[in-house]
């Protein structure tokens, strides 16, 4: 059984930064192929970012160049690194895999507002 975490997220300026880390516990099997994606009120949830085969990435258009993911080679965990926020980028912020294997976690809330 495998548990998503995430957390990081909170309450930010426009132009500000945070990083979103995802904790998995269990028996994952595919922690080499992970994505971040984010749900604002109203809006299905979208594929954000995701690392292909623990080294290639791919981000949506919406946020390439202001947001990385990274993987820690030793551990479970997967980082969101979110630079120069926007008040566009207010969502709840999930961890999965591309397909979307295990249940979804609870999510952190990412708020960018003045």
């Known amino acids: 059984q495998v548990q998503l975490a995430e957390s990081g997220g909170g309450l930010v300026q426009p132009g500000g930064s945070l990083r979103l880390s995802c904790a998995a516990s269990g028996s994952i099997v595919r922690i080499n192929f992970m994505a971040w994606y984010r749900q604002a009120p109203g809006k299905q949830r979208e594929l954000v970012a995701e690392i292909i085969n623990g080294d290639s990435t791919n981000y949506a258009d919406s946020v390439k160049g202001r947001f990385t993911i990274s993987r820690d080679n030793a551990k479970t965990i997967v980082y969101l690194q979110m630079n120069s926020l926007k008040p566009e980028d207010t969502a709840i912020y999930y961890c999965?895999?591309?397909?979307?294997?295990?249940?979804w976690g609870q999510g952190t809330q990412v708020t960018v507002s003045s």
């Open positions: 999965n895999t591309r397909e979307a294997l295990y249940k």
